[in-house]
Nanobody, 124 residues
């Protein structure tokens, strides 16, 4: 399983970004997938997750501001982010693993396959 993020960058507060994750080595409909982030000095936290049936879950801190989606035909995972805040600044990672309990979608310890990350910086 290989994952490669792209789409990060520097934006002003209130701006938008769309992160992409190119995936290979597995079939999307067998895997749960998620977006996570890690700010300097903090632990990795779940942002959004999607299971093999398309069910989505979001962290309270980003709910209504982000949307996770996947394009199975292109083996791509996306995270559309809007109304960005300075506290959204972090390295963002995509992750995937064989399907597991939906309630665990935002738990980083449930994933064994990770991308290298893409930096998102939001200035005030």
């Amino acid at each position: 399983v290989q994952l490669q993020e792209s789409g990060g960058g520097s934006v002003q507060a209130g701006g938008s970004l769309r992160l992409s994750c190119a995936t290979s080595g597995y079939t999307n409909n067998e895997y749960s997938m998620g977006w996570f982030r890690q700010a300097p000095g903090k632990g990795r936290e779940g942002v959004a997750g999607i299971n093999e049936n398309g069910y989505t879950m979001y962290a309270d801190s980003v709910k209504d501001r982000v949307a996770i989606s996947h394009d199975n035909a292109r083996n791509m995972l996306f995270l559309q982010m809007s109304s960005l805040k300075p506290e959204d600044t972090a390295m963002y990672y995509c992750a995937a693993d064989l399907r597991f309990l939906t309630s665990s979608l935002l738990r980083p310890d449930k994933y064994n396959n990770w991308g290298q990350g893409t930096q998102v910086t939001v200035s005030s």
